[in-house]
């Protein structure tokens, strides 16, 4: 079955520090790969996309490339702020699943 | 106004007791999903609804229903609540051969 793994958090870190948050996957098939943020008090959203081997997702200021050889996704910032501060998950899905698959998340905290 | 909308936001409610979470979206999705949040966990699929008329079971749906009303409305229910269903619930919808999904804000359900 598909199954998502992630580092293990809380991550503390100073404004302008750099970020990366581990991601790898098992899927069969060809998986599209996901970020989603959840900011405190609200659902998750998308925060960067890469349906295919190479891709690279990105999106304020957050990027991601999709590794197949090292079936990873992981997830990177070159300055985080305060308002980076969040819980982070890494899912997947399948080209033939109906549902997301996600990481255990990973809380991020960034100090002024 | 939000696009999937839960409620309530935040129960406390006994066990025994019947409870149901209520989701609606306003994006004309055909597709809604319920999902629970535990720490270290991740997010685990309860029931997902493709349309009206279609309901499925998801990894962890014992002690769980659902009701598709119409398209717009998905609701949840916990025939007779026990402590270990004490969590965050989501309610997500997407659009079929879309891989987004949009998530509500979530219900935190505390069972004493």
């Known amino acids: 079955g598909n199954s998502v793994t992630q580092m293990e958090g809380p991550v503390t870190l100073s404004e302008e520090a750099f970020l990366t948050i581990n991601c790898t996957y098992t899927a069969t098939g060809y998986p599209s790969l996901f970020w989603y943020v959840q900011y405190p008090g609200e659902g998750l959203q998308l925060l960067l996309k890469?349906?295919?081997?190479?891709d690279k997702g990105s999106n304020k200021g957050f990027e991601a490339t999709y590794r197949k050889e090292t079936t990873s996704f992981h997830l990177e910032k070159g300055s985080v702020q305060v308002s980076d501060s969040a819980v982070y998950f890494c899912?997947?899905?399948?080209?033939?699943?109906?549902?997301?698959?996600f990481g255990a998340g990973t809380t991020v905290t960034v100090r002024a | 106004d939000a696009d999937v909308t839960q409620t309530p936001r935040n129960r406390i409610t006994k066990t025994g007791k019947r409870i149901m979470l209520e989701c609606s979206q306003t994006?004309?999705?055909?597709?809604m999903y319920w999902y629970r949040q535990d720490p270290g966990l991740g997010l685990r699929l309860i029931y997902y609804?493709?349309?009206?008329?279609?309901?499925n079971k998801g990894e962890i749906s014992d002690g769980y229903s659902v009701s598709r009303q119409a398209q717009a409305k998905f609701s949840l229910s916990l025939e007779s609540a026990i402590p270990n269903q004490t969590a965050l619930y989501f309610c997500?919808?997407?659009?079929?051969?879309?891989?987004?999904?949009?998530f509500g804000q979530g219900t935190r359900l505390t069972v004493v």
């Open positions: 994006k004309g999705h055909d597709r």
């Open positions: 899912a997947l899905r399948s080209s033939n699943d109906y549902k997301l698959s």
């Open positions: 890469a349906t295919k081997a190479d």
């Open positions: 609804s493709f349309d009206v008329k279609d309901i």
């Open positions: 997500a919808t997407s659009e079929s051969g879309h891989y987004e999904a949009f």
